[in-house]
């Protein structure tokens, strides 16, 4: 299991009147403090061994906000993810191709891995989704990435955030509309699926951090 935290880039991408958000979120596993007995096994022996270990929980830390206002340019999207990504180093990119589709999601990609490609000891993962109406299961399609619904995807990040697992840096700009956001979000969508995935002013903020987690 990795020790240290894990850098995610969330890019929630609007139509180009709408505005797109960016998040980075640290994924973190803290001690717990309880202890549990874990069996091991070698692989020359048929007995178990029992370790005492210590379980640990996950933790989501948000480190970076912002919001890019319409017009939105999605080249100069596409070069601040590259210096998100420049900075964190090892991390993964999670983006919301819903309103754009895959030319944007490639635009942006291509900025990245062309200012990564000196770092070759920092692996940049991708994992592109688009969100879904309110019902329905998780599924991978080849174009769109994996299919989410909006219900599924917030409600998720909603109980981290209750339970204090999702944490929001207080010195960031954006971070009390950001609590703001996760208190008054509604997981409802319309009757229409992929136009609905937006509802209020400020769901760019929470649905770039809810992708994160």
């Known amino acids: 299991m990795r020790t240290d935290p894990l850098p995610i880039v969330g890019v929630e991408l609007g139509a180009r009147m709408e505005s797109t958000a960016l998040a980075v979120t640290e994924r973190a ?6 202890r549990f007995n874990k069996a091991t096994y ?7 061994k029992l370790v005492a270990s210590e379980k640990d929980s996950v933790e989501y830390r948000v480190r970076h906000l912002e919001r890019r ?3 939105v340019r999605y080249k100069g999207i596409a070069s601040r993810v590259a210096e998100l ?3 964190v ?3 993964i990119v999670i983006m919301d191709l819903t ?8 635009l942006i990609m291509n900025a990245v891995l062309e200012v990564m490609k000196d770092t070759r000891s920092a692996r940049v993962s991708q994992c592109p989704i688009t969100v879904t109406g309110e019902y329905g299961a998780v599924g991978r399609s080849p174009d769109v990435g994996w299919l ?8 998720a990040a909603l109980l981290l955030f209750e339970s204090e697992q999702l944490k929001i840096a207080q010195g960031l700009g954006l971070a009390e509309v950001l609590t703001r956001e996760f208190t008054d979000f509604k997981p409802k969508a319309p009757k ?3 136009e609905g995935w937006r509802l209020a002013k400020n769901d760019d903020l929470v649905l770039t951090v809810a992708m994160s987690v």
């Open 148 to 155: 989410v619904p909006r219900r599924d995807l917030v409600s």
């Open 85 to 87: 990504v420049r900075a």
């Open 42 to 48: 070698d692989g020359h022996r048929s007995r178990a």
């Open 69 to 71: 206002s319409p017009p």
């Open 99 to 106: 309103r754009t589709g895959r030319p944007v999601h490639a």
């Open 29 to 34: 596993y803290v001690p717990t403090g309880e």
């Open 89 to 91: 180093g090892e991390c």
């Open 192 to 194: 229409e699926e992929l």
